[in-house]
């Protein structure tokens, strides 16, 4: 896994947005996506929060941040921000009456 740096991402970020990659979601649990570059050729990313770090992972041959890292990542943080909603509504459901 790779600890996600804002230095390292702006770089691959560039690189995606030059190739105009596709990207599929495998898992929004798993935090896992295809990401598809120009020449049809797939590769699986995989992303995880330890301890407040940032990590992520490609089945690529690049032993550094790569472009499908930072492709994939817009698409993570999206599918991410649109579960908080719903994790808020169960809370919420759970603990109607609760007063502090």
Not at 71 to 97: H, L, T, Y
């Amino acid at each position: 896994m790779l600890k996600l740096e804002s230095n390292k991402m702006a770089r691959a970020i560039e690189r995606a947005k030059a190739e105009h990659l596709k990207v599929r979601v495998i898992s929004v649990d798993n935090r896992t996506y295809a990401v598809t570059n120009s020449k049809g050729v797939e590769y699986t990313v995989r992303f995880q929060v330890i301890n407040g770090l940032k990590l992520a992972e490609c089945s690529c041959p690049a032993t550094t941040v790569c472009k499908h890292i930072a492709g994939a990542a817009q698409v993570n943080v999206m599918c991410q921000s649109m579960r908080e909603p719903a994790r808020m509504k169960d809370f919420i459901s759970r603990n109607v009456g609760w007063m502090i």
